[in-house]
């Protein structure tokens, strides 16, 4: 408490001090009959609403909808994606915001699958100076965020090449944030899988071992993948081989005597 007054004081006191400045040069002014004054304006140059909905009307653009006076989302198509857009000003018009929705976390990605990769994610945002990715708890979204700081009129060709620089983003650290290229550069097969309808736990490991585990029966061996074929011999020499193919980094089926059995990464 004894802080705050003191910094309250120290305050007073210099708004005092230049208020009485402030009277002396008044009186300075009146003493030669100077009338010319110096302007002191700093205010922003601010971006109005009408700025934003003639920018919004100026660029082709798909679902375009009006959320607010200062706030505008539809899609951004860049290269193979379609982003999920929101445009919006602060309520003084001297800050854009503009937000690409990424994608979602699946829902049955554990802790284990995404930590890593939001850590690079996170690591990655000192790259790009106004641009940074965010991740929101309560939708589980990954958001790519860029702003422009007004400090002078604001062109249509600056807006769009605002969108084009998050686009650029996107796509460069698109393995980052789009779950289907997790670890795309680790050996895809690689970790903890669980077959629902087969009711079969299997892990494949770095150092070519696997178990298998179908029913409370545990196996446990050597496997190789070569191609489109996965081998795996357990230790009593039993063998199981069939064609195998990877959906994505979080899923993938083996097709074993005309039989197909799909995987999730656990």
């Known amino acids: 408490m004894k802080r705050q007054t003191f ?5 007073f006191l210099a708004g005092s001090f230049l208020a009485s400045r402030t ?3 008044d009186g300075l002014n009146a003493l030669f009959n100077n009338n010319n004054t110096i ?3 700093n205010s922003p140059i601010a971006f109005t609403p009408a700025d934003l909905k003639a920018f919004v009307e100026s660029i ?3 679902n375009v909808a009006a959320v607010s006076e ?3 989302k539809f899609d951004v198509e860049y290269r193979d994606y379609s982003f999920p857009t929101v445009v919006h ?3 003084a018009g001297t800050i854009i915001w503009a937000s690409f929705n990424l ?3 699946p829902e049955n990605a554990s802790p284990d699958d995404y930590s890593n990769i939001l850590l690079k994610l996170l690591s990655a945002n000192g790259e790009f100076g106004d641009y940074f990715f965010s991740y929101s708890e309560a939708t589980r979204m990954i958001t790519l965020y860029g702003c422009i700081q007004v400090r002078s009129k604001v062109s249509t060709q600056e807006l769009t090449d605002h969108l084009i620089a998050m686009g650029e983003i996107a796509v460069d650290k698109q393995n980052l944030w789009n779950p289907t290229l997790w670890n795309q550069d680790d050996p895809r097969h690689v970790g903890s899988w669980h077959s629902e309808s087969h009711k079969l736990d299997l892990v494949l ?3 070519n071992r696997f178990e298998l585990n179908a029913g409370g029966n545990p196996m446990a061996g050597n496997y190789a993948i070569d191609g489109d074929q996965l081998k795996m011999q357990d230790d009593k020499r039993e063998t199981i081989q069939g064609n195998v193919r990877f959906d994505n980094a979080n899923e993938f089926s083996i097709l074993v005597n005309g039989n197909e059995i799909v995987f999730v990464r656990k």
């Open 103 to 105: 994608a979602p976390i």
């Open 23 to 25: 009277e002396a040069n």
């Open 60 to 62: 082709p653009t798909k």
């Open 70 to 72: 200062t706030a505008y």
């Open 7 to 11: 910094i309250l004081t120290i305050c």
């Open 205 to 207: 490991a770095p150092s």
């Open 89 to 91: 000003t602060n309520e």
């Open 39 to 41: 302007s002191n304006d």
